[in-house]
């Protein structure tokens, strides 16, 4: 299994930035994706997850201003982030999960992801 993550890079606050996971080797529609990041000194955190069907979660810190979408013919997930700040720079892993739990306390836990790809570097500048 790969999870191949891009679209990271420098940006400037306020403008928009959108990240692409290519997954491989996997049933990859049977699968819930997320999006991760970890910043420097901090522990890797839940962004979004998106599940066969539609269905989509969100923290709380990226809410209304992110969406994330899946084509599950590309094997696919992207994450769309639009007026990022400089607290969001980090680094971004896309990950999948077998579980359709939505208990929150679950997904927003790494160690409840079976794969993660490589991560993507992105630094915001103010």
């Known amino acids: 299994v790969q999870l191949q993550a891009s679209g990271g890079g420098l940006v400037q606050a306020g403008d928009s930035l959108r990240l692409s996971c290519v997954a491989s080797?996997?049933?990859?529609?049977?699968?819930?994706m997320g999006w991760f990041r970890q910043a420097p000194g901090k522990e890797r955190e839940f962004v979004a997850i998106?599940?066969?069907?539609?269905?989509?979660r969100y923290a709380d810190f990226v809410k209304g201003r992110s969406t994330i979408s899946r084509d599950n013919a590309k094997n696919t997930v992207s994450l769309q982030m639009n007026s990022p700040k400089p607290e969001d720079t980090a680094v971004y892993y896309c990950?999948?999960?077998?579980?359709?739990?939505?208990?929150?306390?679950?997904?927003?836990?790494?160690?409840?992801?079976?794969?993660w790809g490589q991560g993507t570097l992105v630094t915001v500048s103010s």
């Open positions: 990950a999948a999960i077998l579980s359709t739990s939505d208990s929150y306390a679950y997904y927003r836990a790494p160690r409840a992801y079976e794969y």
């Open positions: 080797g996997l049933a990859f529609s049977k699968y819930g």
């Open positions: 998106t599940w066969n069907g539609g269905r989509t």
